[in-house]
């Protein structure tokens, strides 16, 4: 797949790629019976779940059967439609179906990336920030990083590591997650071993692959520096899906950090791109999130916070109760009511006003 084909479907959450669509193809009768077809093999043969896949492919074959699909002239059209009845009747928020011409399927024979795939990738990851969009240093001392995607690690690790570097000082750090739709678990583990102390390996995620039976196991990274090991705040919505979830997941079940906001999106398969013919493809769950700790994942139920507050308030939130964490630490008086003073203001709703007058 090109290098842009792959860090647009992993970090599409961080930057709205449909522009870069083709052009609607025209698409018949015979035209969709085909896709129907090969999308049904591939349901059976590789969805996470063999119990649910024939029931689902028997039920679009029925709508197609009914005319539900005649008005699909498209391939943009009927790849909307797919995505829309697959997520509906399958219950399950990951599947996905678009156009890309330039996708083929892998046959287990394919090349490496070239060094320009991988330079225009590692220039795409870039430009998107590394999926970093936002890192501060809150008054008080409050470190806050928002993440909206997780790209590939060879790609955003050097990233993470230095958004860690700003953030190590803090009394307390904020990540949000609130506009993340998910990426790598690899990234995820990379992320996540920044706020264990060194020599403290933990193991945070098994993924479990239907197509080739195997499981693989995700550990934070002994390597990974720098660390922070005070107070974590996680930031959640509803939007929160996929990978954002585990991250989310993650920080609650190795008792990290304390989730503020609201139940995630329940997102825990993850996809495989697989082609449809025609131009179309299909993002399909092939595989399954079992937490180590819980022996489950969020599919279907989402991650629930540890403090339940609508989004739009759960960085005041947090940071309140961040601010209360670090003044409970605070010994010296002039600290002490400073901190008080950020801490009256965020409770009360107020933006701080920097102020640009000359020192007396």
């Known amino acids: 797949m090109p290098a842009r084909t792959i860090l647009s ?7 709205a790629l449909v522009a870069q669509a083709p052009p609607p193809a025209p698409l018949d009768a015979a035209g969709r019976k085909a896709i129907l077809e090969t999308l049904a093999l591939k349901l059976k043969t590789t969805y996470v779940f063999p119990e649910v896949a024939g029931k689902l492919a ?9 005319g539900g699909y005649d008005g699909a002239a498209t391939t943009r059209a009927f790849a909307e439609a797919l995505s829309r009845d697959l997520r509906e009747l399958g219950n399950d928020g990951h599947f996905r179906v678009i156009v890309d011409p330039r996708f083929k399927d892998e046959d287990g024979t394919s090349a490496l990336p070239t060094r320009e795939e991988i330079a225009r990738g590692r220039q795409e990851a870039a430009s998107m920030a590394f999926g ?29 590591a230095q958004a860690l570097s700003l953030l190590a000082g803090s009394g307390a750090v904020i990540i ?36 080739s039976g195997s499981t693989q196991q995700f550990w934070t ?24 979830e585990e991250c989310a997941y993650d920080f609650q079940t190795q008792k990290r950090g304390t989730l503020v906001g609201e139940t995630t999106g ?28 819980t022996k489950t994942n969020w599919e279907h139920v989402g991650v629930k916070p540890d403090l ?16 209360k964490g670090i003044l409970q630490r605070e010994q010296d008086p002039d600290e ?11 409770e009360r709703g107020e933006p701080e006003t920097p102020s640009y007058a000359p020192r007396r």
């Open 308 to 323: 339940a507050v609508p989004a739009a308030d759960a960085l005041k939130t947090a940071y309140a109760a961040a601010l």
């Open 221 to 244: 990274d002994p390597s990974v520096g720098p660390r922070f090991t005070g107070p974590v705040y996680v930031l959640t919505s509803r939007r929160t899906f996929s990978g954002g």
């Open 132 to 160: 970093l969009e936002k890192l501060d240093r809150l008054p008080g001392n409050v470190g806050y990083l928002e993440i909206r995607g997780f790209g590939p690690p060879e790609f955003v690790g050097a990233a993470y």
């Open 58 to 66: 028997a039920a679009l074959q029925a709508k197609a059967a009914a």
């Open 9 to 15: 479907l992993l970090l599409a959450p961080v930057c």
């Open 336 to 346: 002490r009511r400073g901190l008080e003073a950020i801490l009256a203001r965020v």
């Open 266 to 293: 329940g997102g825990s398969n993850p996809v495989s791109p697989m082609s449809l013919g025609r131009g179309l493809v299909l993002f399909n769950p092939t595989a399954r999130s079992i937490n180590p700790v």
């Open 176 to 211: 949000d997650l609130r506009r993340n739709n998910g990426g790598r678990p690899e990234s995820v583990a990379r992320l996540m071993s920044h706020f264990f102390p060194e020599g403290d390996s933990r193991h945070l995620n098994d993924i479990y692959d239907r197509p």
